[in-house]
């Protein structure tokens, strides 16, 4: 406790552990992340979404019976209500996508005629109408922002590629798809990140899985969080030549700004699924459009000059964020898409994380440090100066 009786105070938290989990490992200081034990590079490079949600719910990865029959639960819950598409019809173009999926979100709970059972494997089956609803809701939000209706989804496609499907009404190329794919697998677990943590601290309270992923989707929206991905595609395009990379950057650090897609709570080195959306960036180079080549160019400027300043001996590297957007844009995808598909995939921890906590719950309570003054008069409101 320092000299004037103050205690010391974690802002942002910074090294409190919160919860024994055996979900996910974050390994800042080596660069690694595992999902339920397996690396992130061989699940990206072997898996699907689908397989790997199985893993992060369950704990382990499915035989083919448990994949095949975990997948048809998945395309059994792509439709949605007529209310949620009302819903979404109604907020997608006026407000940002993240508010009108917090709000479909929200209302799917109208139509959960179990909400008072809150077993385990009711959560889990709910966790599962989720993962796959969250995809059909974003799709669609995507569809009518661009003026289009809702689209029925398509049970012979994946996850991701019914994604597409829904949201630009034509099947997808399978490299789109896959990248999509891809995308979903590197996003969907971070560990006790701002919004995995909120959708806790919601949850805790013993409020139902809805309430605590929709205090999930509202705190992945923020800039610092899921938004930086578009932050850091904004910022792409605002330096718009290659050439201007550097004087950008060297203006935005001399005043004090945060390089949107770098730095991280607990990645001092290279974050890994940085690492692997670069390198698939890179091997598409060939056939991308000028757009992505362009980005592509600024982006490993802005990279390279930002490791020489501030990642060796700030500690600030590329994150996840980063090299995410030039990917979206050669998907054809729009940009303020980029955090509500993030969401799409987070979804899955968030569900995991939350059965986790429940089975030793414990009310989020932590202490604020009173420095305000006390006992003062209370003057009637006619009387105050
Ligand atoms: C991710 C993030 C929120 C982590 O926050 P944090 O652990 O609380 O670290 P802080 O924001 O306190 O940053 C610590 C120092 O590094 C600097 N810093 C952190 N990220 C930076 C960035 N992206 N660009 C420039 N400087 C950065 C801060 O200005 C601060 O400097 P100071 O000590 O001189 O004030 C932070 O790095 C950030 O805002 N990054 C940009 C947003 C982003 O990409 N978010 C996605 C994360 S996956």
């Known amino acids: 406790m320092p000299d004037n009786g103050a205690p010391v105070i974690n802002y942002g938290l910074v090294g409190v552990y919160i919860a024994d989990s055996k979900i996910c490992k974050v390994d800042g200081t080596a660069g690694r992340l595992y999902y339920r034990g397996y690396s992130i590079d061989l699940l990206a490079k072997n898996s699907s979404y689908e397989e790997v949600c199985y ?118 190329s399978q490299k789109d798809a896959k990248l999509l794919d891809l995308m979903l697998i590197l996003h969907a677990e971070h560990s006790s990140n701002a919004s995995t943590f909120s959708t806790l601290v919601a949850g805790s309270t013993l409020a139902d899985l809805y309430s605590a992923v929709t205090s999930g989707i509202a705190a992945l929206k923020g800039p610092l969080h899921g938004g930086a991905d578009e932050a850091a595609l904004k910022m792409m395009k605002t330096i718009g030549d290659p050439d201007n990379t550097e004087t950008y950057i060297d203006e935005a650090l001399k005043g004090k700004n945060k390089i949107m897609g770098f730095g991280h709570r607990v990645y001092k080195t ?56 030039p990917i979206y844009v050669s998907m054809g995808m729009s940009i303020e898409m980029f955090t509500p598909i993030f969401a799409a995939s987070r979804i899955v921890g968030w569900c995991a994380h939350m059965i986790e906590y429940w089975k030793d719950n414990r009310i989020f309570r932590p202490l604020e440090y009173y420095s305000g003054p006390l006992d003062l008069q209370y003057v009637p409101v006619g009387e105050r100066k």
């Open 270 to 325: 290279y974050d890994p699924r940085a690492m692997i959306i670069k390198n698939d960036l890179m091997s598409l180079q060939e056939n991308e459009s000028q757009e992505v080549k362009t980005l592509t160019a600024i982006a490993l400027r802005a990279e390279k000059m930002m490791i020489d300043r501030l990642g060796k001996t700030h500690g600030i590297w590329p994150n996840i964020d980063f090299f995410a957007g």
């Open 55 to 172: 893993l992060i719910l369950y704990g382990h990865l499915p035989t083919n019976e448990e994949l095949d029959s975990f997948k048809k639960k998945l395309i059994d819950a792509r439709p949605l209500p007529d209310m949620v598409i009302d819903v979404i019809e109604e907020f997608a173009k006026k407000q940002d996508p993240m508010d009108t999926l917090r709000s479909a979100v929200s209302a799917l709970s109208a139509y959960d005629n179990k909400m008072d059972d809150r077993t385990e494997s009711a959560n889990l089956d709910r966790g599962v109408n989720l993962i796959s609803k969250m995809a059909s809701i974003v799709a669609t939000i995507g569809r009518y922002r661009r003026g289009g209706g809702y689209v029925q989804p398509d049970s012979s496609l994946s996850h991701a590629e019914n994604l597409l499907y829904m949201m630009n009404g034509t099947k997808p």
